[in-house]
């Protein structure tokens, strides 16, 4: 991050932004990106990777009330950041000295939290500033996948990483996923674990668990509140992007299947059976399946066998030649750059995805 000094242990804030300690009770409507837990007392919880929360005011300053967890959380207005929140606890910020008109701010989820997550209590005008209604996207568009989706690491300057680097060289918000979103002006969602696949994790640990199991819940770690009726929510594209971690590493004695054969069964089946659970769920979503030289021949015939009676036709998307110099071998920003430019290429060929979008 660019040009940021200390301000409390709580956050850093960018020069050149004058910065004190003030609220007004009435919180500023906000718009939500990703999943969230509403509670009684009007604040939000959330824990899946590049949530966002925006709102808009006219005036000069606005505040910002939040209480981190384990994540690193960006502050921006009208598109430039203003502060990172870098340590656990409660804080409570006003950025002051715009200049006087309307403003957009934002605030960011940039690291993954498998568990925790951290809680948004609100923005609130601060110096006579008024609240205006927040900006919605016509356009919507969910990204379901491991830790290529996360962008686990993307910000390193090479593959050797501690796991404290992992945690702050991860920027969920750089990620292909996002990258695109932004390119093509849609909200988006990122349901996306570090080292989970369809039926097996990452070197067969976790047994049981599953980015299929884990998908309904609103946090990755809460098992209590699960994402019921989806709302608003209508995503015109979901892309799905898993198998790295099913394939990855060879199969052991004891796990569930006993060869390669029989995963590969395995995995067809239960990504067919997650595919048609999003197709009933947002039936008017187009669905993009992601897959590299690993596992894109398992992809192609999971899309084949869903294209027999899809209601809309299915796509595939093959990647390759990843520089793969993110943290443990993972992408990199400008291989999300890459993937997000592949994306986009494919849904310009086709326009009609958008159809349906909302009003």
Known sequence: MRGLQGFSAAFLILLGTSVCHAQTPAPLPVHIGGRVI???DGSLSFGWPAAYFESRFHGTAVSLSVETKDDRLQLLVDGAEKALLIQPGAASLTI???????????????TESQSGGSRFVGFYPADGSTPLPPLEHKRQIEFIGDSYTVGYGNTARGPTC??????????SQQAFGPTLARAVGADYRVNAYSGFGIVRNYGGSSAGQSLPLIYPRLKPDDLTHLDGDPGMWRPQVIVINLG?????????TGEAWPDKDALAADYRAKYI??????MG????????????????DQVQQVAATLNQ??????????????EMTGCDYHPSIKDDRTLAASLRALLDQHPDYWNGARD
Request: glycine content about 6%.
């Open 281 to 296: 769920r947002q039936p008017q979503a187009h669905l993009i399946l992601m897959g590299s030289d690993l596992f894109y």
């Open 96 to 110: 002051a000295g715009l200049a006087p008109g309307d403003h957009v701010v934002r605030l960011e989820k940039v």
């Open 38 to 40: 509403a509670y009684s």
């Open 309 to 322: 009676d899809a209601r809309n036709p299915v796509a595939t998307l093959h990647f390759a030649g990843l």
């Open 273 to 278: 059976a997650f595919a048609r659970m999003l």
């Open 244 to 252: 790295t971690n099913d394939f990855s590493t060879p199969v052991h």
């Open 162 to 171: 501690t796991r404290p680097e992992v945690h702050d060289l991860t920027d």
